[in-house]
């Protein structure tokens, strides 16, 4: 998207399209890629005025008084957790919220990040470290082939077991910890359809959770959120395995293959193109296996 799009597509952010102003309570869902689809989920209701705005990690210094002027808008500011001076700028939660009116609320959401139904997915972050070509997710195991490891390429059921429960558990906890709302019980009961990826959760839990935030806006109101009609964040699937789904004894059709921007890609033709990746860089094998060869071994991987 050309910047002048980009700006367009974030019209009232930018200034380019007046800010919403219904007399209905006026939100700003300020966060990761899950707050714009939260934002479009809470929309569905019909009954608050909201503003779309970029991604917390697209954000750059020029952005900040756009930022500052939402904020000043804002009636509700429905917020995940994000840590003071993000990328050297006063972008934390609590920096945020400190620059909304005095009489705006924050409703803190929490971030969706679990690894059940797809143990072999992981993140790698670090300053040395960019993300792979095609989808911005590692395979343990390819990670591993590229270091010269070796071992079974179908996990292990107990370890997806053991995966699944520890993955919820750390959520259970940083919503204790952050004081935000729950999705850690929608995710346990919406099964297969909990997540596209480790970090895209599906509507069952994006619905559920707008529903959660729009009664702590208005309690007792009787309001409601509806499905939209399509898949809030669809730009990645993941290839859902067989053997997972028996393993955690879940309901719901695997994947075989990815769906990327609306284009299906084999895992072959991901892999292909994440080991030529890793051949370019291998420090990327090295800080990935340094931070999640853990995971591999107790796959039964060795190198």
Not at 83 to 100: I, K
Not at 207 to 219: C, F, G, Y
């Amino acid at each position: 998207m050309s910047d002048d799009g980009r700006r367009r597509h974030y019209g009232g952010f930018y200034g380019l399209d007046d800010l919403p102003g219904t007399g209905r309570p006026r939100l700003a869902v300020f966060g990761n890629c899950q707050a714009e689809a939260l934002r479009v989920a809470l929309d569905t209701a019909g009954v608050v005025d909201s503003v779309r705005m970029p991604p917390v990690h697209e954000l750059e210094e020029p952005d900040l008084p756009h930022l500052d002027r939402v904020l000043a808008w804002v009636d509700v500011l429905v917020a995940q957790a994000v840590g003071d001076d993000y990328r050297g700028m006063p972008l934390g939660t609590s920096q945020v919220a400190a620059r909304t009116g005095s009489q705006a609320r924050l409703v803190r959401a929490p971030n969706y990040f679990f690894t059940g139904l797809y143990p072999e997915q992981v993140l790698v972050r670090h300053p040395d470290v960019e993300d792979p070509p095609v989808v911005p997710y590692h395979d343990v195991r390819r990670l591993g082939l590229a270091a010269g490891w070796s071992g079974p390429w179908e996990p292990p059921a107990p370890l997806v077991r053991e995966v699944a429960d520890a993955s919820l558990a750390e959520l259970e906890r940083r919503e204790r910890d952050q004081g935000s709302l729950r999705i850690s019980d929608v995710v346990r009961a919406a099964g297969a359809d909990a997540g596209w990826t480790v970090d895209h959760p599906g509507n069952t839990v994006l619905l559920t959770l707008a529903q959660r935030v729009l009664d702590e806006v208005r309690p007792g109101s009787g309001d409601a959120v509806h499905d939209p009609g399509r898949t809030l964040l669809a730009s990645v699937a993941t290839p859902l395995r067989p053997g997972v789904l028996e393993a955690l004894d879940l309901p719901g059709e695997p994947r075989e293959g990815w769906l990327v921007d609306g284009r299906r890609l084999g895992d072959e033709e991901v892999g292909e193109a994440h080991l030529e990746f890793y051949a370019r860089n291998p420090r990327v094998v090295e800080v990935g296996l340094d931070k999640k060869g853990d995971l591999l071994r107790r796959w039964g991987w060795r190198g």
